[in-house]
């Protein structure tokens, strides 16, 4: 399963300039019948999680959950498609106390 296409995240804490270590990233795929936990996992020193999908990718959405425990984003949630199964998709987030930013990693 390592060298299949999988969601990965990195977290960088904008306001120290450092990665954001010990947050807690739940991955759900969306579906008609409600959304269903497909990964989980918690960013290491560098801030990332390398592989948070810990099923087959599938296409169609998914949400990701960052549990920052901040002082004013406590929890941010971001729903985002995947049109091509076969290959990898990172989800970074930039992160202060009081603003966030996402992109389209690579």
Same mark, same amino acid.
């Given at each position: 399963? %390592?060298?299949?296409?999988?969601?990965? *995240?990195?977290? =960088?804490?904008? &306001?120290? $300039? /450092?990665?954001?270590?010990?947050? &807690?990233?739940? =991955?759900?795929?969306?579906?008609?019948?409600? %959304?269903?936990? /497909?990964?989980?996992? @918690?960013?290491?020193?560098?801030? +990332?999680?390398?592989?948070? =999908? !810990? *099923?087959?990718? !599938?296409?169609?959405?998914?949400?990701? !959950?960052?549990?920052?425990? $901040?002082?004013?984003?406590?929890?941010?949630?971001? @729903?985002? +498609? @995947? $049109?091509?199964?076969?290959?990898?998709?990172? @989800?970074?987030? =930039?992160?202060?106390? #009081?603003?966030?930013?996402? #992109? +389209?990693?690579?």
């Amino acid at each position: 399963m %390592d060298d299949q296409p999988t969601i990965s *995240t990195h977290i =960088l804490d904008t &306001e120290r $300039g /450092v990665p954001a270590q010990g947050v &807690e990233v739940v =991955l759900y795929h969306v579906t008609p019948g409600g %959304d269903r936990e /497909v990964g989980r996992g @918690v960013t290491d020193a560098d801030g +990332r999680i390398r592989r948070l =999908l !810990e *099923t087959t990718l !599938e296409r169609g959405n998914y949400r990701i !959950e960052f549990r920052a425990g $901040g002082a004013f984003f406590v929890s941010i949630t971001m @729903v985002f +498609r @995947v $049109g091509d199964p076969g290959r990898s998709y990172h @989800v970074p987030l =930039l992160m202060a106390p #009081y603003s966030i930013a996402s #992109y +389209r990693g690579s």
